[in-house]
């Protein structure tokens, strides 16, 4: 509780980025939900502008407002850099949001969502129904076990497009950060194959990003990309994702395709698309770029 300047009592959440030396906050109504499952502790907030709030291990990772701009930035720029991915796997996602906006691309055949836990999809579903407008489309595959396991077990050569959609390196997901990890996915993609994972903030993560991008390299990987977006939910505001592609480059994207798409987008567009891609001074001297 803080005490405002009028005196009122207010609620907040906040979460402290030790990293970082910095702390963010959202006023809230009311905590909806907390549970801890075998995985992580999940909580669920109504705040006062933000709509809803899912908080995984006191860490934000999606808000009724803000949770667009990573959502579209996580598939829509790998979809239209792919020239047509038909078999996609999402490894966590738990929430939907990103099942949701592979789904809108109709080369899709069939997507397959990989969360370990299975509380954070029933309470998407509770609280984020519109995150999981897409959950019953007959493409759709949720399954519930470990995405490392699941990716080692894969057939070679059997998958156009792996987004990692995962919390933080940490816990469960630590190994989805790794050269194993990468082998495996690389071994599953087809030779055109598209591999994109979050990979936090580009301040405060630089050093995350740089080991990333040569465990992708170790892991045989011709072409790595980092793109740039904003996310004011998640600590310094500034988020990036890794893409990764198999045998052939990553200089180009589907412009056409972007600029006709036949789905409504809040944030992608072939400019927000191009703008991604454009690293930063300070980022292309750390990235030896
Ligand atoms: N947008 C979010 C962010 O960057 O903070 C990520 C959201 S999504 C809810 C992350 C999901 O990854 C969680 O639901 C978590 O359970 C899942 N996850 C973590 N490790 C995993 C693993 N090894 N296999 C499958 N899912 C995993």
């Given at each position: 509780?803080?005490a405002?300047?009028?005196?009122?009592?207010e609620?907040?959440?906040?979460?402290?980025?030790?990293?970082?030396?910095?702390?963010?906050?959202?006023?809230?109504?009311?905590?909806?939900?907390?549970?801890?499952?075998?995985?992580?502790?999940?909580?669920?907030?109504?705040?006062?502008?933000?709509?809803?709030?899912?908080?995984?291990?006191?860490?934000t990772?999606?808000?009724?407002?803000?949770?667009?701009?990573?959502?579209?930035?996580?598939?829509?720029?790998?979809?239209?850099?792919?020239?047509?991915?038909?078999?996609?796997?999402?490894?966590?996602?738990?929430?939907?949001?990103?099942?949701?906006?592979?789904?809108?691309?109709?080369?899709?055949?069939q997507?397959?969502?990989?969360?370990?836990?299975?509380?954070?999809?029933?309470?998407?579903?509770?609280?984020?129904?519109?995150?999981?407008?897409?959950?019953?489309?007959?493409?759709?595959?949720?399954?519930?076990?470990?995405?490392?396991?699941?990716?080692?077990?894969?057939?070679?050569?059997?998958?156009?497009?792996?987004?990692?959609?995962?919390?933080?390196?940490?816990?469960?997901?630590?190994?989805?950060?790794?050269?194993a990890?990468?082998?495996?996915?690389?071994?599953?993609?087809?030779?055109?194959?598209?591999?994109?994972?979050?990979?936090?903030s580009?301040?405060v993560?630089?050093?995350?990003?740089?080991?990333?991008?040569?465990?992708?390299?170790?892991?045989?990987?011709?072409?790595?990309?980092?793109?740039?977006?904003?996310?004011?939910?998640?600590?310094?505001?500034?988020?990036?994702?890794?893409?990764?592609?198999?045998?052939?480059?990553l200089?180009?994207?589907?412009?056409?395709?972007?600029?006709?798409?036949?789905?409504?987008?809040?944030?992608?567009s072939?400019?927000?698309?191009?703008?991604?891609?454009?690293?930063?001074?300070?980022?292309?001297?750390?990235?030896?770029?």
């Amino acid at each position: 509780m803080t005490a405002t300047p009028t005196g009122a009592a207010e609620t907040w959440f906040s979460e402290q980025h030790a990293r970082s030396g910095s702390s963010f906050g959202l006023r809230v109504n009311a905590r909806l939900h907390a549970e801890q499952t075998p995985f992580q502790t999940i909580e669920i907030y109504d705040t006062t502008d933000w709509g809803k709030l899912m908080v995984i291990d006191g860490c934000t990772m999606v808000s009724t407002r803000d949770n667009f701009l990573y959502h579209e930035m996580m598939s829509h720029p790998a979809l239209f850099t792919h020239a047509r991915a038909k078999r996609v796997v999402i490894i966590g996602g738990g929430d939907c949001g990103t099942l949701r906006e592979v789904l809108k691309h109709e080369e899709v055949e069939q997507a397959v969502q990989v969360e370990i836990d299975e509380r954070v999809t029933r309470l998407a579903e509770q609280y984020f129904p519109e995150l999981c407008a897409s959950n019953h489309d007959p493409r759709a595959q949720l399954l519930f076990i470990d995405g490392i396991k699941y990716m080692a077990e894969q057939d070679p050569e059997s998958i156009d497009l792996i987004i990692v959609d995962s919390t933080d390196p940490v816990g469960p997901a630590e190994g989805l950060f790794n050269a194993a990890f990468y082998a495996s996915c690389f071994r599953a993609l087809r030779p055109s194959g598209i591999l994109v994972q979050q990979s936090e903030s580009p301040l405060v993560h630089l050093d995350l990003i740089k080991a990333m991008r040569t465990s992708m390299r170790m892991a045989h990987f011709q072409a790595v990309r980092t793109l740039l977006f904003p996310q004011p939910l998640y600590p310094t505001g500034w988020w990036s994702c890794t893409m990764a592609r198999k045998n052939a480059d990553l200089s180009d994207f589907r412009e056409r395709g972007a600029a006709q798409r036949q789905f409504d987008t809040r944030y992608y567009s072939v400019e927000t698309h191009k703008a991604a891609l454009a690293l930063p001074p300070f980022m292309r001297e750390a990235l030896g770029e």
